[in-house]
C-alpha cells in the first residue's frame, strides 16, 4: 500500500498555529473518508478529526473551535489547519483513512507547542 505523506509539523509558541499537509494515493483518498489523528509516545493514537469526500466534518471535543480540517479531492491532499495551539496538543499527527480499518501509516508530522 501506498503510504501517506504528511508534512507541515514544527515548533511554535502557545497560541500560535500551524497548517499540516497530507498526500494520499488517489485511489485511497477518492473513495474514503479521510481523518487525522495523533500520537504522544506511551499513548493511544487519538482520533483528532474527519471529512467525507464531499467535506462534511467532525472534530473531537479538544480540538472544536481551533482546529479545521479540509481536502483539495483534485490534489489527493488533505489538511489541517490548528489555531489557539496549547501545549497539550504536542503529539506526532499522522492521516489516513477514517477506521477501521486503516491504510497503512506514514512517518507522521511532529507537532511540539512551547507553552
Known amino acids: 500500500q501506498v503510504q501517506p505523506v504528511e508534512s507541515g509539523g514544527g515548533l511554535v509558541q502557545a497560541g500560535g498555529s500551524l497548517r499540516l499537509s497530507c498526500g494520499a494515493s488517489?485511489?485511497?483518498?477518492?473513495?474514503?473518508?479521510m481523518a487525522w489523528y495523533r500520537q504522544v509516545p506511551g499513548n493511544q493514537r487519538e482520533l483528532v478529526a474527519t471529512i467525507t469526500r464531499r467535506g462534511n466534518t467532525n472534530y473531537a471535543d479538544f480540538v472544536k473551535g481551533r482546529f479545521t480540517i479540509s481536502r483539495d479531492n483534485a490534489k489527493n491532499t488533505v489538511y489541517l489547519q490548528m489555531n489557539s495551539l496549547k501545549a497539550e496538543d504536542t503529539a506526532v499527527y499522522y492521516c489516513?483513512?477514517?477506521?477501521?480499518?486503516?491504510?497503512?501509516w506514514g512517518q507522521g508530522t511532529q507537532v511540539t507547542v512551547s507553552s
Open positions: 488517489g485511489i485511497i483518498f477518492s473513495i474514503n473518508t
Open positions: 489516513n483513512i477514517f477506521g477501521p480499518p486503516f491504510g497503512s
